[in-house]
């Protein structure tokens, strides 16, 4: 008995989903002798994120937040899968143009890893051999198909369970290397041999009366692992320090190059900062406090010798990212710092070692470059930057900000012995600084929370109030900050695009 076409295009489709997951698992584990960059799912995955439009962006990262990455690999999964089971169905009437087109997409992938630009040419090799392995398993496993046409004795069963087991043991072996990859970076190993600097100023204490003692509320110098990442990096750039140097070009007298070990030579200070994403949406979460050790900035500047006429600092990543911050805001008296420590710690590699930059009163995407390898003194009128090439702002100065933290939307929450429910949160103005804070309750008049003590203008302040006389039922609760000027937080709703979200936080909740 033949089997039905039906079952010979199953077997066809499976066949070339077996030999599609071959060709990246192999591709993968031979990016293990390269770098993460060089596997293909990484580097596709860096040029969607270059061609999609900023806006599309926002949209996906207000919607899955850091998770954003893990939501790109499992669509481009996706698309992989249904791309080879395509061309396994090409197979079932030509197996040799089945196997030319899953050569060419190899090849294909093979020519966007070499565009990346922290790849070398030789970093196709690894999707090269994914695609010299995976076009002849795809001739075999559609040879196997075909034969379930004629009459035998299950061979068609056979050869379907074989395309299976290929399948399984392909995404077995590629999920292996993926995780080998990600844990045998150079970066690491060199972060556990680190010695932090000695930081010739170091940053006063916490007091213990800048953390509000409320359950929910989030701590006031957020964790290395707690800490949101946002970067276009598809997988973390493995650097080692021991061949890094930075290099200051541009509009400069003297241009200047630094190793790592040149760099942790020079005098350090040690400086808190809330570093903010201008992709975080109005109550969101994108934003951290950390800790910081690094080389100010304007001391390397000013020996390289800025000239007349330079008004912005392009910064650019090993993975080619670049950054547009104002040279103002590198060479007036704000901490913006080459930073190599974090919280008491190395950098850790997915938030830029060996080295980042830290600029207090900016957005990241114009200032907080991971990775960092280059400084070239420009003029804003002369060079543009990977955000602002896609329709964001040049400048990037962090608009002041407040949320609810607790309770948290949609809550249900119980008045103490007293009937008084207490609500905290956090706000921000860096460089700036936090006055006040007020909370309005369903459309009572407004009042004035009760400031946190303020580690310094470049962070966060927290926030608590006690609402003595709270009253079962459903209400609603919003907020709003005054900085250090004296300006109010505006209640002019925008989105993140393109310089960042405003409007007043609120949440609804229920008294019981």
Same mark, same amino acid.
């Given at each position: ?30 990016? @293990? ?116 046409? !004629? ?35 150079? $970066? ?22 800048? #953390? ?91 020996? $390289? ?6 008004? *912005? ?24 710092? @080459?930073?190599?420590? *974090?919280?008491? !710690? ?65 809550? +249900?929450? +119980? $008045? ?13 103005? #860096? ?15 407004? #009042? ?5 003590? $303020? ?31 004296? !300006?109010? #937080? ?23």
């Amino acid at each position: 008995m033949t089997a039905s076409p039906p079952a010979v295009r199953t077997r066809s489709a499976l066949a070339g989903v077996a030999a599609g997951l071959v060709l990246v698992a192999v591709a993968e584990l031979a990016s @293990l002798l390269f770098s993460a960059s060089s596997a293909p799912f990484v580097a596709v995955g860096g040029a969607f994120v270059d061609l999609i439009p900023g806006a599309l962006k926002d949209v996906v990262v207000a919607l899955f937040g850091t998770a954003d990455k893990l939501v790109l690999f499992l669509c481009m999964g996706v698309v992989h899968l249904a791309l080879t089971a395509g061309i396994g169905l090409l197979g079932t009437r030509r197996i040799g143009d089945a196997v030319l087109a899953l050569t060419a997409l190899g090849v294909l992938a093979a020519v966007v890893v070499m565009t990346r630009p922290e790849n070398a040419p030789a970093s196709m090799l690894p999707t090269l051999l994914g695609t010299a392995v995976g076009a002849p398993a795809l001739l075999l496993l559609l040879r196997g198909a075909a034969r379930a046409r !004629e009459p035998g004795d299950g061979a068609g069963r056979r050869d379907l369970l074989v395309s299976g087991a290929v399948a399984i043991g392909a995404v077995l072996l590629g999920a292996g290397a993926r995780v080998v990859n990600a844990g045998r970076s150079a $970066a690491e190993a060199a972060a556990r041999r680190f010695t932090i600097p000695t930081p010739t100023a170091p940053a006063p204490a916490v007091p213990a009366s800048a #953390q509000v003692t409320l359950e929910g509320m989030p701590d006031v110098v957020t964790t290395n692992t707690d800490f949101y990442r946002i970067d276009t990096a598809r997988a973390v750039p493995r650097v080692d320090p021991s061949t890094w140097s930075l290099r200051i070009v541009g509009l400069v007298d003297q241009e200047l190059t630094l190793s790592f070990e040149e760099l942790l030579a020079e005098p350090a200070i040690e400086t808190t900062v809330t570093l903010t994403c201008v992709s975080n949406t109005v109550g969101g979460d994108l934003a951290g406090n950390a800790r910081w050790i690094g080389v100010p900035v304007r001391t390397l500047l000013a020996r $390289a010798g800025v000239q007349d006429g330079a008004d *912005m600092v392009l910064s650019r990543s090993v993975d080619g990212f670049t950054a547009s911050t104002p040279l103002e805001a590198l060479t007036d008296d704000r901490d913006a710092i @080459l930073a190599v420590a *974090m919280n008491g !710690e190395a950098l850790p590699p997915e938030h830029g070692y060996p080295v980042r930059m830290v600029v207090p009163g900016l957005y990241g995407y114009v200032s907080a470059t991971k990775w960092v390898e280059g400084l070239t003194v420009t003029r804003f009128a002369d060079a543009t930057a990977y955000w602002t090439d896609r329709g964001w702002s040049e400048k990037g100065p962090i608009k002041t900000a407040s949320r609810i933290d607790v309770p948290r939307d949609g809550a +249900r929450v +119980r $008045a103490d012995d007293a009937g008084a429910v207490t609500l905290g949160g956090t706000a921000w103005a #860096q460089h700036r600084g936090v006055n006040g804070v007020q909370v309005q309750l369903d459309d009572d008049p407004w #009042q004035d929370a009760t400031l946190a003590t $303020a580690i310094s203008g470049d962070t966060w302040v927290q926030w608590s109030l006690n609402w003595a006389d709270a009253t079962p039922g459903e209400h609603t609760a919003r907020v709003r900050a005054t900085d250090g000027t004296g !300006e109010l #937080q505006t209640s002019k709703v925008a989105s993140p695009a393109p310089d960042g979200a405003s409007g007043w936080h609120e949440v609804s909740f229920t008294v019981r």
